[in-house]
């Protein structure tokens, strides 16, 4: 095995994602390997690669993160087009297969298409199509669609050391969600009806040209700089207060559990920013774009020669923090608990802001 595929398959999810690739096959045109980008890249007959992802929300269901099928058809669809924000693409649509419950199929599916809907209104994506069922509870798997100019690809593969790393936005509303309902802390900015991430397809598509690399934050940050560092077999160090890093929900929701920042950046039921890394001479074209978007977003820090993740200093273990739920035997409250602990170990939240990140 390679030193590079090793590195990945420290993480168990890589694991079994990289069983299914050496279980099936896969198309000699597709471009790049295994997890190497958040959706599938084909090249068409023209200058255009077409974009493919799916993403189910059922999990979140079944754990009561999510209790309404609203929110389920919000975060499918959303989780769907993040992944086509992240490669840069132009949405063609989405394809939405729903699990309705036998006994009150209707309402559900008024509401996974209120969710969706919203989403959609917002993004300026129709539904091309999908498929129909009934069960014994609400499943929901959402298809997205997409075209990317073949001169503007973008992967999560091609960030050298010393370049700096990016978030779209404020980041930990996913797990401030997932916090309040297990920890049962009902604060109204971490109800589920306040969790209405928006895929940043506009942001993503600006990013042609210059971002070098680009992942989605919907494990979480550090398992998204972690399989950034994995893939570019470079090290990530972030030099920011990691609580100002916070969505207002995850700041709220910290000082009530009395836990600092970073569980809401550790944990896995991330949100839908996308985490991207630019040469310090693009900073200026980046600040431009963000201008024209109205855009502000959020420098983290840069990437290093070397092997895993720093915070302000601090060594972080990502294969253990992304093992963690797995080890926990996928039990949320015991991971969330175990997640702390680990997230309390030694450090501190610095404070190190390179000074010149600040222009934006
Ligand atoms: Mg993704």
Redesign the pocket.
Known sequence: MSAARALLDEVAENRLLSRWAALLPRPSAQLGAIHEA??ELLPLDDERLLAL?L?TVSEELELGLFRSAETAGRVAAT?AL??LA?VGADPLGLLLAVTLPAGSPEEAQAAVARGVGEVCRAAGVAVLGGDTGSGARLALTAAAIGTVPRSGLRTRVGASPGELVFASGPLGAGNALAAAALFGRPLPSCDERAFRPLPRLREGRALRGLATAC??T??GLCAALDQLARLNGLGVAVEHELAALLCPAAVELGRELGVGALPFLAGQHGEFELVFTLPRDRLAALALVARELDWRPLALGRTVAGRGLTLNGRRLDGAAIRNLLAECGGEPRAYAEALCRLCCEGGRDGFLLDAQLQLL
């Open positions: 958040d959706a992802t993403d989780a993040s992944d992240a992942i989605d919907s494990d």
